[in-house]
């Protein structure tokens, strides 16, 4: 759908794409129709000034306006998402990372000193630049330089964890080869580690 219909030009297209991507992902947008309908959350998108140029950019921005929308509620989660899968699938990028319930329980795991607090607080106050440097600097932090390196992270965490080998394992244009696997678990085995000596060293100073 996402890439037959590309552009942001039409009304009934945006909302169309707007509720392909609710039913999949489960972001429950039905449950806020009192608030905002989906046609509001599509005018929204169409009337952002050059909104094609800016999702090809990577623009961290658009995240947070679709977010605010019509200043109904607070449509953090699916903005990340909408913006993401755009820019992976119809522009090849990956400049955008998703956050959702998966990525706050498990995201604190492996950054030092980060809380569900903390991404609380940048969902609320709409900083989605923050969480995104967030991502980016872990990845940087150890080294992981493979294609689609956002979109792979994120789905090892959606997996629980642990990856494991399928030729076919991704999100359309995105593949994670066995060698992949193998370095975002290496990530995985890293941060348990500082995690453990992290624990036996407060307990001998304790």
């Known amino acids: 759908v996402?890439?037959?219909?590309?552009?942001?030009?039409?009304l009934?297209?945006?909302?169309?794409?707007?509720?392909?991507?609710?039913?999949?992902?489960?972001?429950?947008?039905s449950q806020y129709k009192s608030?905002?309908?989906?046609?509001?959350?599509?005018?929204v998108i169409l009337d952002i000034p050059a909104f094609d140029v800016r999702l090809a950019a990577g623009d961290p921005e658009l995240v947070n306006i679709i977010a605010k929308n019509v200043g109904a509620i607070n449509m953090f989660s699916f903005a990340s998402k909408y913006c993401t899968y755009h820019n992976v699938e119809v522009y090849h990028r990956d400049d955008y990372s998703i956050f959702d319930g998966i990525v706050k329980e498990s995201l604190p795991n492996y950054v030092d000193g980060l809380s569900k607090h903390k991404l609380d607080?940048?969902?609320s106050e709409y900083n989605y630049v923050a969480f995104n440097e967030c991502i980016g600097g872990l990845l940087d932090e150890y080294n992981i330089h493979i294609p689609f390196r956002r979109?792979?992270?994120d789905h090892f965490l959606g997996r629980g964890m642990k990856v494991e080998i399928k030729e076919t394992s991704g999100y359309g244009l995105v593949r994670i080869t066995e060698y992949e696997v193998g370095l975002i678990n290496y990530l995985y085995l890293?941060?348990?580690?500082?995690?453990?000596?992290d624990g036996r060293l407060r307990t001998a100073v304790d």
Not at 2 to 10: E, S, T, V
Request: a positive charge; hydrophobic letters at 40%.
């Open 151 to 153: 979109r792979k992270f």
């Open 121 to 123: 607080v940048w969902r």
């Open 190 to 197: 890293v941060s348990c580690t500082v995690r453990s000596f």
């Open 2 to 10: 996402l890439n037959a219909y590309p552009k942001h030009d039409d």
């Open 12 to 29: 009934n297209t945006i909302a169309m794409k707007i509720a392909v991507i609710d039913v999949t992902n489960s972001t429950h947008l």
């Open 35 to 43: 608030q905002l309908s989906l046609y509001d959350l599509a005018k």
